[in-house]
């Protein structure tokens, strides 16, 4: 039997997907996460924006044609928003949503609806599959902020932490090199009393990379910071969401912090890691936002020194505070200002890679690809290497910006 497991939307999604890779292998079949011909389909799908869901359904209708008699099974936060637009499509059995993944294995011989609108504790699922050169683990599920163009806390619910101990040991069973630990809210993780900081303090000697997904500007403390610090092999990345460089944008998003305490944050890590990676969303074009409200998030850039700013433009989410109580932008407004962001960001960027010109780094491979090795450094930096080198952690010299990142050669430093 053949499964074909495909994924939509965030980092949390590819982790739970990879866990029902593993439940599948488990229960004999052979598993893809390729769009392919098989006799089960699981489509994990997303509703971050209109345009995610959007992308959904139509994975639907190119996953139909693949199962002229095979099974599609739904889940995901665009089933959990919207069951009813997947409910009766071809081959369709079963809808579920984004709660409760880890029950999807016991639902492939029924039918029907089962979305769940209730998820009190974290959802143990298996160990994930390994499916690439990091592995990420899922800690966190669900958040509280309610940011008012966001509409994930009403699809995954309120933030649950999964059990430290249950942590620690998939990490130190795990067989990659680096690891990445993700959640809906990451900096929220708290098993009973038991932070984010404990967590990191508890890998002290853990001799893999350890590398943290996002994170929200009130978990970077010192406490913090002097813990990642005492670890052996902590990856200096920190991305660090931003969403707008505007106090009165800030305030209309819902967001808990200022321009001003973003970037003493900002400053605190510099002083803890002085090279390290802080990158960051930006959304352009939020509901009434102003000309200097968009030339605060464009001087915002340079001031942190980004290495890497995801920018793209607001899209109204229906049943959000946002699309209920704001005015949006004209789409050539939004149009006009991301080329303006998304050069600035280059710009800055640039200048943040220029500073590793000459020194060595270590790189995770992860592929070969247009005569290349690529992978990236500790600070999440893009790095391409001529050849098939083959090893998995590569020690190398930067020599020049390249593409997205920096042309690297390998050197003999250890």
């Known amino acids: 039997m053949k499964a074909v497991v495909f ?11 990879a866990s029902l890779i593993r439940g599948l292998e488990e229960m004999g079949y052979e ?62 059995a079963v809808v579920t949503g984004a709660m409760q ?3 999807i294995l016991s639902l492939l011989q029924e039918t029907g609806n089962f979305v769940s609108n209730e998820e009190l504790v974290f959802d143990e699922m298996l160990p994930p599959k390994h499916l690439k050169t990091r592995s990420f683990i899922k800690v966190q599920d669900g958040c509280n902020n309610f940011c008012s163009y966001c509409i994930i806390p009403y699809l995954r619910g309120r933030s649950r932490s999964r059990r430290l101990e249950s942590v620690l040991q998939e990490i130190f069973s795990d067989g ?11 900096s929220s993780y708290n098993d009973g009393g038991r932070t984010l900081k ?42 660090l969401s931003l969403q707008s460089g505007s106090n009165a944008t800030l305030k209309r998003m ?26 960051t969303d930006i959304i352009v074009g939020f509901s009434e936002e102003s000309e200097q409200d968009f030339a605060d998030s464009l001087s915002i850039v340079s001031e942190v020194g980004f290495a890497h700013v995801h920018c793209f ?14 005015q949006d932008l004209p789409p050539d407004v939004k149009k006009k200002r991301l080329a303006l962001l998304s050069e600035e960001a280059e710009r800055v960027s640039a200048d943040y890679r220029k500073k590793f010109i000459g020194k060595t780094a270590f790189v995770l491979r992860e592929e070969f690809a247009d ?33 997205d990142g920096v042309l690297a050669v390998k050197s003999d430093k250890e």
Do not use: W
Not at 7 to 17: A, D, F, H, I, M
Not at 46 to 67: D, G, L, N
Not at 202 to 207: I, N, R, T, V
Not at 209 to 214: A, D, K, T
């Open 7 to 17: 994924t939509l939307g965030c980092k949390v999604n590819e982790c739970e997907s």
């Open 31 to 92: 598993v893809s996460d390729e769009l392919e011909e098989a006799d089960l389909y699981i489509v994990n799908t997303c509703a971050v924006t209109a345009e995610a869901e959007k992308k959904s359904r139509q994975m639907i209708a190119r996953v139909s044609k693949h199962a002229e008699s095979a099974k599609i099974i739904i889940c995901g936060c665009a089933s959990q928003n919207h069951p009813q637009d997947f409910i009766g499509k071809k081959n369709v």
């Open 101 to 103: 993944k880890s029950k």
């Open 176 to 186: 990659a090199d680096e690891i990445v630990l993700v959640g809906i809210d990451l």
């Open 198 to 239: 404990d967590l990191l303090s508890a890998l002290k000697d853990s001799q893999k990379r350890i590398r943290l997904g996002s994170l929200e500007v009130n978990v970077i403390t010192e406490e913090l910071l002097e813990a990642a610090k005492s670890m052996k092999r902590f990856c200096p990345h920190f991305h």
């Open 254 to 279: 819902n967001r808990h912090y200022t321009r001003e305490q973003y970037l003493e944050k900002c400053e605190l890590i510099y002083r803890y890691f002085p090279f390290a990676a802080i990158t």
């Open 313 to 326: 433009p607001y899209s109204v989410r229906a049943g959000t505070v946002a699309a209920k109580r704001f």
């Open 371 to 403: 005569g290349y090795t690529q992978g990236y450094t500790e600070n999440y930096m893009r790095v391409y290497i001529e050849g098939d080198i083959g090893d998995k952690l590569i020690p190398v010299t930067i020599k020049e910006l390249y593409q």
